[in-house]
């Protein structure tokens, strides 16, 4: 056995350790096991426990990934393209901290285990997210495990419901505004209104023009009416708005 498998092992008991007291506390106080049901939203990254006495509990959380009772494998959901990349994007801090300390067990996106991995990876990412609590749900022949980060008020919960917007590709994801040029791969270029990054979550909305509306936006001297018809702004998910880029960036 490697150095770093043993180094790994050591940080991975230590995690689980810190994390199964923290656990322990957050079922307690927010009284977890008394909720009846639960429902999860990738589309907005929040997680709700009803009661049955009319009860209600918000988290705001980050996908951790799979362990599948079939195969026998945990997958990280940053590997998963079916999961949004708003409720995994927390991981690359996970990813990053692998890659330092040679924990490929971090940087691997699928990897032989058992049900202990799942909580053993789930521990590790809680302890470097600094999570609040865990937990694990069932679907099928997969657990799936779940970072809380922080807890939503009712008004919270709702608000993010006008946050996202749905995408029939990704599911869901921030929202873009970009010309239909760009959407249609009609003209190169790729002119934003700020230097966009796919690892950092703007406040702002991400906008996006080819270079003909830029010849059109530099002739009218700002965005008006003529130039705003020309680029007939479309609404795009982030996930989207990075893929044409990247199109267009390589170009």
Same mark, same amino acid.
């Given at each position: ?24 506390? &957050? ?19 929040? &997680?709700?426990?009803?009661? /049955? /006495? ?8 980050? /996908?951790?990934?799979? &362990? ?45 285990? /058992? ?137």
């Amino acid at each position: 056995m490697s150095a770093p498998e043993i180094d790994f092992e050591a940080y991975s008991n230590r995690c689980l350790n810190e994390m199964s007291s923290l656990q322990n506390e &957050f079922m307690q106080l927010y009284n977890i096991n008394s909720y009846e049901e639960w429902y999860y939203d990738h589309s907005i990254g929040a &997680f709700h426990f009803k009661a /049955d /006495d009319g009860r209600n509990l918000y988290f705001k959380y980050v /996908d951790a990934g799979s &362990f599948s009772t079939k195969a026998n494998t945990w997958n990280w959901s940053w590997d998963n393209q079916s999961t949004p990349r708003h409720v995994k994007r927390a991981l690359e801090k996970v990813r990053v901290y692998g890659e330092v300390s040679n924990y490929n067990r971090l940087t691997t996106g699928l990897i032989d285990g /058992d049900e202990y991995t799942g909580w053993e990876m789930t521990a590790v990412a809680a302890k470097l997210l600094s999570a609040m609590g865990m937990y694990r749900i069932p679907q099928e022949h997969l657990f799936i495990y779940f970072i809380f980060v922080n807890e939503l008020t009712q008004e919270q919960y709702d608000a993010l419901k006008d946050k996202y917007v749905a995408c029939d590709v990704h599911h869901s994801g921030w929202p873009a505004f970009v010309c239909r040029h760009l959407i249609n791969n009609e003209y190169p270029g790729f002119n934003e209104a700020f230097e966009s990054d796919l690892s950092i979550e703007e406040d702002d909305d991400y906008q996006a023009w080819c270079n003909e509306c830029e010849k059109v936006r530099s002739k009218e001297g700002e965005w008006n009416d003529e130039s705003m018809a020309f680029a007939d702004i479309k609404v795009i998910c982030d996930e989207c708005y990075f893929e044409i880029k990247k199109r267009n960036r390589t170009k």
